[in-house]
């Protein structure tokens, strides 16, 4: 099983849709979870951050199932400007922080059309 | 304030040819780190410094990767002999300091090596 696996998409979806990113992990250790968000040709950018059991910002939602090893990320009412790619990432140090290495999934392409 | 900058953007060589690549970390950042990303892939981690030393190296691909980061501050990313392989976007970030769970890393806009 690899570290962190997401469904590579691509998702398409109309503006002012609701779409939602799935990402499963293997270190059961990890304690924060983390989406980035990457532009075409462009460094990631911290979305959100996840310690507890999910984390709510404006139209985004991270929600995180320790028992199942699964986190997800729910976009409301999509808007152009969120098509990117979001980066599932979960930390690989020692105990589970953040502490050095972050492990990255493979990305999920979203593109929102008029 | 000034974030984390890279250079050179971009580097052509070809195949066999030394490439250094630079990582300037934001101020005050105590850790740093150095990821590659390939196309159509998610960053993946190459080292780690914490201050001068290399905390965690085990992401070098090989003995032909060889970073330093000799005043705590500047890293420079150093490969020999380049291969069509090492083709990649590779990216720098830095944090405040490596410990804590509210930690973040803040990545440059990385350099683009293309080997010929």
């Known amino acids: 099983r690899k570290e962190v696996e997401q469904d590579p998409g691509p998702f398409n979806v109309p503006e002012g849709a609701t779409v939602a990113f799935n990402c499963t992990y293997s270190?059961?250790?990890?304690?924060?979870f983390f989406w980035y968000r990457q532009d075409c040709r462009k460094e990631p950018k911290l979305l959100m951050s996840?310690?507890?059991s999910g984390n709510e910002d404006g139209r985004f939602t991270a929600q995180l199932n320790r028992a199942s090893q699964y986190i997800s990320l729910l976009i409301r009412d999509s808007k152009l400007s969120d098509s990117a790619t979001y980066l599932c990432v979960v930390p690989s140090g020692a105990g589970g922080t953040s502490y050095g290495k972050l492990t990255f999934g493979q990305g999920t392409i979203l593109t929102v059309h008029p | 304030g000034a974030g984390v900058s890279q250079t050179p953007s971009n580097k052509v060589t070809e195949k066999g040819k030394y490439v250094e690549l630079r990582c300037d970390p934001i101020s005050g950042h105590t850790a740093l780190y150095w990821y590659r990303q390939s196309l159509g892939q998610g960053p993946e981690f190459l080292i780690y410094?914490?201050?001068?030393?290399?905390?965690?190296d085990s992401g070098l691909p090989n003995d032909r990767f060889f970073a330093v980061r000799p005043e705590g501050s500047v890293s420079t990313l150093k490969i020999q002999r380049t291969e069509r392989g090492d083709s990649a976007v590779y990216l720098c970030?830095?944090?405040?300091?490596?410990?804590?769970?509210?930690?973040?890393?803040?990545f440059g806009p990385g350099t683009r090596l293309t080997v010929l």
């Open positions: 996840v310690y507890s």
């Open positions: 970030a830095s944090s405040l300091s490596p410990a804590g769970l509210t930690d973040t890393q803040y």
């Open positions: 410094f914490q201050g001068t030393g290399a905390a965690d």
């Open positions: 270190n059961s250790a990890s304690q924060s």
